[in-house]
């Protein structure tokens, strides 16, 4: 990795202070001395451009939804519900075709379904969808083994993965917005039919604001699929953002490499009604993530913030028993009660000897066993799971079957475009060991 492009993780950054607070707007994150992650465009005035057709363009989740999402969030830090989140790690614009979309929505619901047989609760399903098309990297700069330097793949809604399509370009922003739009219509088509058993959650307040007059119809909890994606591209996030509603989607999180105290991240997303999440690596500290609790979320006490913040902890199998319950009991110790959610991918990505990413599902299932075990040992609730998954039959992670045991057989079918992904039988079987792994050691009834 060239030296003058060190890795951008929150974890070198000093967090030790709360950061001011200052009014907030939706772009009051530009006032910040350091944007992570940020895209240098060549022709800034482009961007503006670009940004102000979008902020013109109609909202692709209403406030209704938000709100809605946001309700069902609470339940889930209550244990009175599990999120099922899962997709892509970078969506491509040229997976917008029923099939692949169809195929991923089958999968959320099946996984879905999984949990609220065993788990006896409502599940809400929300997908990486409709919007993941930007990424951080661990190096903005790839090099070429001719000696060339270009610019890395950034998402397609910054750049293309081919060479030639390196260059970011601020046009592909509005060609993002549209590409949500129609992954929309095609989740709405492809969903089945709900399933009966998965009453959505009692949450007061809800019936009222599907009557109110502002408030556009909604199918309910059964079947609903809502969308999220990481809220890295700051420049779009603000201009999708109308009131304190980030309306391309649900649920927005922010990413280890993007949650510094002092951040822009952080001061974009600490103002939205949207819930948010945020990610959180191994090296995460107790005092460290009441600070940025603190930070997101001034008022803990409020019932109307219960589950508005989602940890997402991300911290490789190892880690788990380590580093997790001093988490816990620091949150334990404040009024906060946000939704605890399991990534575990992120922290169980390696290298073949080729230097091809790839996870191992054994490991994926370790991390998700020993957080869920961890958080009950410690007085608390998982409240959701996170994957990287794909509806298609991929060969990105190794599993113990034929196909998927070696390194080789990573060649025959990898088409991610940044981290590996769960194929459907991987990702069904990781939610199936999970359930199995509850049941035997909770009871079917014991959430
Ligand atoms: O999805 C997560 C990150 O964007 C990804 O792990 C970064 O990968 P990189 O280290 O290849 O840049
Ligand atoms: C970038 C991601 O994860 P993290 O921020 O946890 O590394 C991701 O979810 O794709
Ligand atoms: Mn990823």
Avoid at 362 to 387: A, P, Y
Wanted: aromatic share 6%.
């Amino acid at each position: 990795m060239p030296e003058d492009f060190p890795v951008e993780s929150a974890a070198t950054d000093s967090m030790s202070t709360s950061a001011p607070q200052c009014s907030w707007s939706p772009q009051s994150w530009t006032k910040m001395p350091r944007v992570a992650q940020a895209v240098e465009y060549s022709d800034p005035m482009a961007l503006y451009e670009v940004c102000n057709t979008i902020a013109s363009l109609p909202p692709l989740v209403s406030p209704a939804k938000i709100e809605i999402a946001r309700s069902y969030f609470a339940a889930a830090a209550q244990g009175r519900a599990f999120i099922m989140q899962g997709g892509d790690c970078a969506e491509s614009f040229k997976d917008v075709c029923p099939h692949i979309i169809h195929q991923k929505v089958k999968l959320l619901q099946e996984q879905s379904r999984m949990l609220a047989q065993c788990l006896n609760l409502p599940v809400i399903t929300v997908g990486r969808i409709a919007g993941q098309y930007a990424k951080p990297r661990s190096n903005p700069w790839e090099v070429l083994p001719n000696g060339t330097k270009v610019h890395a793949f950034r998402g397609h809604n910054v750049n293309g993965p081919s060479l030639d399509e390196r260059h970011p370009d601020p046009h592909r922003l509005l060609l993002g917005y549209f590409h949500s739009r129609a992954t929309l219509d095609l989740m709405k088509e492809g969903q089945l039919p709900a399933t009966p058993p998965t009453p959505g959650p009692s949450t007061p307040g809800i019936d009222e604001m599907l009557s109110g007059n502002t408030v556009e119809p909604f199918d309910g909890p059964q079947g609903a699929i809502f969308t999220s994606h990481e809220a890295l591209h700051l420049p779009f996030e603000s201009a999708v953002t109308h009131g304190r509603y980030n309306t391309s989607a649900s649920f927005v999180w922010i990413g280890e490499r993007t949650r510094q105290l002092n951040g822009a991240h952080v001061e974009y997303v600490r103002g939205l009604r949207n819930p948010i999440g945020v990610k959180i690596g191994p090296t995460m500290d107790g005092p460290t993530l009441v600070n940025l609790l603190d930070t997101l979320c001034p008022n803990p006490g409020n019932d109307d913030n219960i589950g508005r913040i989602t940890i997402i902890t991300r911290l490789g199998a190892d880690n788990v028993e380590k580093v997790l319950p001093s988490l816990i009991l620091a949150v334990k110790e404040t009024r906060h009660r946000p939704v605890w959610m399991c990534d575990p991918c992120h922290g169980n990505t390696q290298n073949t000897t080729c230097g091809v990413k790839t996870r191992h599902v054994d490991r994926i299932l370790q991390e998700l066993i020993r957080t869920w075990q961890t958080q009950c040992d410690n007085g608390s609730i998982l409240g959701g799971l996170h994957l990287e998954q794909t509806g298609e039959f991929v060969t990105e992670c190794l599993d113990g079957t034929k196909q998927g045991s070696s390194e080789q057989g990573l060649a025959l079918n990898y088409r991610s475009l940044c981290d590996p992904r769960l194929s459907y039988f991987q990702a069904c079987s990781v939610v199936n060991s999970f359930v199995d792994f509850v049941s035997k050691h909770h009871g079917q009834n014991e959430g």
